[in-house]
């Protein structure tokens, strides 16, 4: 998880609440995925992106979560009216571009 | 679908045991990765295999790419407690492709 940041590490929200979820990506990196995990399951692709563009958001719900990672500043996962089957772990990873991908330590939605 | 499959799903040993995880595929990818993630914790990278045959060591762990490049194989000997985890293959088709993970072998060591 070298460098990777993400915030907060717990994040608890009632239902029909936003959520916003944060990844600073390593130093020099530009290419930012976000997974989604439930317990005892492997990670999920949401959305993959580059400086201030979306290359693939095929694992994007269509409704409710948009992602964006602008010039300056962390990446960001924003989920609107939260709903309890949005609990889960969200992860960020980032990369130079390459196959390697270096993840971030998680942010943990609890849906009230 | 599931593009990567990984065997077997849950593994429990004994301390000292030998141990081999399987990653497998229908498609070629152009590199796989392997992955330890602890609970609570994000995934970390293990290893990177890109050319099919490839065998990469790391101290106690053997990675292996099929000559086909559609299969991987993760060996572990003489396993210690702290091996304990979730074990998650990724593979991808170009270095310009998301990367697929596989839904992962978790490993629990006993003392």
């Known amino acids: 998880n070298a460098g990777v940041m993400q915030n907060p590490r717990h994040l608890v929200r009632r239902r029909g609440q936003e959520a916003r979820l944060r990844c600073s990506p390593m130093?020099?990196?530009?290419?930012v995925y976000w997974y989604r995990q439930l317990p005892e399951e492997g990670l999920k692709f949401m959305v993959y992106?580059?400086?201030?563009?979306?290359?693939?958001e095929s694992g994007m719900p269509k409704e409710r979560f948009s992602a964006e990672f602008p010039k300056e500043g962390p990446s960001i996962l924003r989920i609107q009216q939260v709903v309890r089957g949005d609990s889960a772990a969200y992860f960020c990873?980032?990369?130079?571009?390459?196959?390697?991908?270096?993840f971030g330590p998680g942010t943990r939605l609890t849906v009230t | 679908t599931q593009l990567l499959e990984q065997s077997p799903q849950f593994l429990s040993i004994q301390e000292g045991e030998n141990l081999t995880v399987y990653c497998n595929s229908s498609s070629v990818f152009s590199s796989l990765q392997w992955y330890r993630q602890e609970p609570g914790e994000g995934p970390v990278l293990l290893v990177t295999v890109v050319t099919g045959g490839e065998v990469k060591k790391l101290k106690r762990l053997t990675f292996q790419f099929g000559d086909a490049r559609k299969d991987s194989s993760l060996h572990i000997t003489a396993a210690q407690p702290g091996d304990t985890g979730l074990y998650l293959c990724?593979?991808?088709?170009?270095?310009?492709?998301?990367?697929?993970f596989g839904p992962g072998t978790s490993l629990s060591v006993i003392p």
């Open positions: 990724a593979g991808a088709k170009t270095s310009y492709d998301k990367v697929i």
């Open positions: 130093k020099g990196h530009s290419h």
């Open positions: 990873a980032t990369s130079e571009g390459g196959y390697e991908q270096y």
């Open positions: 992106l580059q400086k201030e563009n979306i290359i693939d």
